[in-house]
């Protein structure tokens, strides 16, 4: 009885532990909240916007601090660049509301018709809106509209859905869907059945003319067989494609189109989120439902590098650092740190830098000390240290930490091709 006891405790440990691939920062439940829809992060990765059937609420990404309550949000809301201002559409107008005042600075319309989606340029000089008709690029600076798209209704579709998924003026790269329905009989039952034509095309972002068609589809959505979510990588080197009624996740090179690699994921309908890295190499998934995992993959590989469950995850963003994420299921919000492969491991790594941990100073070993730069991150990104060293051998330095408190900490080196992050702890 005792050996299978052990064998059990056992089992759970390594099945624990083969989900323990991002490290828990923390976790809280959101009072008076039963659902959180979206997560955002701000642009200094220091707050995180929660949208929520209760009221929408902003905290601290370092220790989950309520820091404002009862801001706007929706789904397409936008921190402004200095993290001043929540950007939020609103009927037809686009809202600056400041988070120190509490109060809308300005707003601006946009159409006589209701906003359905926004998206930002990575600069904030320009925004997209979709509406009923088409869709409209504004410049942010000045508010004004600068161009137009109107799209032509066929006449034969009962409804028309519009959607931007990606806006990478730079690249000329406007990423538009338009989905029409149309009646499709009768079923046995008596129910009226309908069926979806789903197309997706490239725009000139300068004359908003259609370069070339994506996707055109014929789509089942009574029987779950339709692309659920499409995300355009931030670089707009790859777009992503995720299926509901399967667990597959397809990614094509862009705008070629062509299959870099696919994988299949833990359950079927199970997919709710999902975001590219920065530099386009890392993709997250999150998984609700069935699924319950959230996971990283290496996007031209297909390779699963990280993953954490079992657990809901409904949504998710992750930090411009690329170090950070916010996600949540049901009311609870969870925080996560991606252990990054350039982070060397002080258990691994005693011959390199040492002692570690250490009470003040380090030693390195490092290929090459011309202009080296040394700089040290706390656990949420934020620089706090440029430390003073001297070179003790030909391949040594000696990094003076004194000044810091207990504590993980991060070493980032960097000279010439050289960058290499150090993970150290601070125990005096």
Not at 10 to 22: E, K, T
Not at 132 to 155: A, E, H, P, Q
């Amino acid at each position: 009885m005792k050996k299978l006891m052990f064998i059990l405790v056992l089992l759970v440990a390594l099945i624990s532990q083969s989900f323990a691939g991002f490290d828990l920062l923390w976790y809280k439940n959101i009072p008076n909240t039963t659902y959180i829809y979206t997560v955002k992060f701000s642009n200094n990765s220091k707050m995180i916007l929660c949208e929520t059937d209760g009221t929408n609420k902003i905290y601290s990404s370092t220790n989950g601090e309520l820091l404002f309550d009862s801001v706007p949000a929706n789904y397409f809301a936008n921190f402004s660049l200095d993290d001043s201002h929540l950007i939020v559409p609103k009927d037809n107008k686009i809202i600056y509301f400041n988070l120190s005042t509490k109060k809308d600075d300005s707003y601006f319309e946009i159409s006589k018709d209701t906003i359905n989606s926004l998206i930002l340029s990575k600069d904030q000089k320009y925004g997209i809106a979709t509406f009923r008709n088409g869709f409209k690029i504004w410049d942010l600076v000045s508010g004004k509209i600068i161009r137009t798209k109107m799209i032509t209704k066929d006449s034969a579709s009962m409804e028309s859905y519009y959607g931007i998924h990606g806006f990478i003026p730079e690249q000329n790269i406007v990423l538009f869907s338009e989905t029409n329905k149309y009646f499709n009989g009768i079923d046995p039952k008596g129910n009226i059945k309908y069926k979806y034509h789903k197309k997706m095309n490239l725009f000139d972002f300068t004359i908003l003319d259609s370069i070339r068609n994506i996707y055109d589809k014929i789509e089942d959505w009574d029987n779950f067989q339709y692309v659920n979510i499409y995300s355009l990588s931030n670089l707009g080197q790859y777009i992503c494609y995720s299926y509901i009624g399967t667990d597959m996740i397809e990614i094509y090179e862009f705008p070629t189109m062509k299959l870099i690699s696919k994988f299949n994921l833990f359950a079927t309908y199970s997919i709710r989120d999902l975001k590219f890295s920065s530099d386009d190499k890392y993709l997250i998934v999150a998984q609700g439902s069935s699924g319950d995992n959230l996971t990283q993959w290496e996007v031209e590989t297909g390779k699963l590098v990280n993953q954490r469950g079992p657990a809901s995850y409904n949504t998710l963003d992750l930090s411009p650092n690329d170090r950070y994420i916010a996600t949540s299921g049901g009311n609870t919000l969870v925080s996560l740190r991606i252990p990054t492969t350039d982070i060397t491991n002080p258990k691994e790594n005693q011959e390199i830098l040492y002692p570690n941990p250490t009470n003040g100073f380090v030693n390195i070993k490092v290929p090459i000390l011309a202009e080296l730069k040394i700089t040290v991150n706390n656990e949420i990104g934020d620089i706090v240290l440029i430390p003073k060293f001297i070179q003790t051998d030909p391949n040594t330095i000696s990094i003076d930490l004194n000044r810091l408190v207990n504590g993980i900490y991060f070493l980032n080196l960097t000279a010439n091709n050289f960058n290499q992050t150090y993970k150290v702890i601070i125990n005096k």
